[in-house]
Each structure stands twice: as structure tokens, then as C-alpha cells.
Nanobody, 122 residues
Framework: QVQLVESGGGLVQAGDSLRLACEAS????????MGWFRQAPGKEREFVAV???????YYADSVKGRFTTSRDHAKDTTYLQMMSLKPEDTAVYYC????????????????WGQGTQVTVSS
């Protein structure tokens, strides 16, 4: 079993930055791609970013150029650096361990964190 715990969310103003962290425990996820998703009230969970086990990254168009994901295998921790935050980035952010299939569908991830709230005020 894998446990994922996100941290780093909070309330910020538009234009500010935040860094989220996702720490894994139980079983290493160093061989998994690690994804970030978000869900705003009344909306479906959407893909944000993913980093493969060897460091390739892919981003949603809405965050490309503003968000960066990275990972530290020694700490089994994945990060999401968010810059130039906008009110439309407000959501609960989740990290997840990829299982199989494409990286963009939530159904292809089998372990999820509890989520961390990010609120961006205008």
C-alpha cells in the first residue's frame, strides 16, 4: 500500500506563488509517474501535471509556463511549484501515483492523497 500526503496549500493573492509537496510512504513510488490533479467546486477533477519516474514532465495548457513539477527520489516526494497564480487556479489539489494507461485520466491512477486546498483571491 502507498500513502500520499499533500502539503503546502493555502490562501494567496493573485500573482503569488505556492509550492505543494506530496510525500509517499508505505511503498516507494520512485518507479511510478506522479501526477497532480485539481478539483474546483462543482467541477470535475482535472489533470494539472505529471512527472515520470525519469523526470519527463507534461502539463495542462492552462498551467503551462506557470507550474513546474519535480521530484526527489531520495525523499520519495513530488513537488508542484505554482507561480503567477490566478483566481481560476482555486481548487483542491491532489497528487496521485500513476498505474497504467495515459497520464491525463484520473482513472489511470491508483493511489491518491487527501488533497490540499489552494485559494487564490483577486
Amino acid at each position: 500500500q502507498v500513502q500520499l500526503v499533500e502539503s503546502g496549500g493555502g490562501l494567496v493573492q493573485a500573482g503569488d506563488s505556492l509550492r505543494l509537496a506530496c510525500e509517499a510512504s508505505g511503498r516507494t513510488v520512485s518507479g511510478n509517474a506522479m501526477g497532480w490533479f485539481r478539483q474546483a467546486p462543482g467541477k470535475e477533477r482535472e489533470f494539472v501535471a505529471v512527472i515520470t519516474w525519469d523526470g519527463d514532465t507534461y502539463y495542462a495548457d492552462s498551467v503551462k509556463g506557470r507550474f513546474t513539477t519535480s521530484r526527489d527520489h531520495a525523499k520519495d516526494t513530488t513537488y508542484l511549484q505554482m507561480m503567477s497564480l490566478k483566481p481560476e487556479d482555486t481548487a483542491v489539489y491532489y497528487c496521485a501515483a500513476h498505474a497504467l494507461g495515459d497520464y491525463y485520466a484520473a482513472r489511470n491512477y491508483d493511489y491518491w492523497g487527501q488533497g490540499t486546498q489552494v485559494t487564490v483571491s483577486s
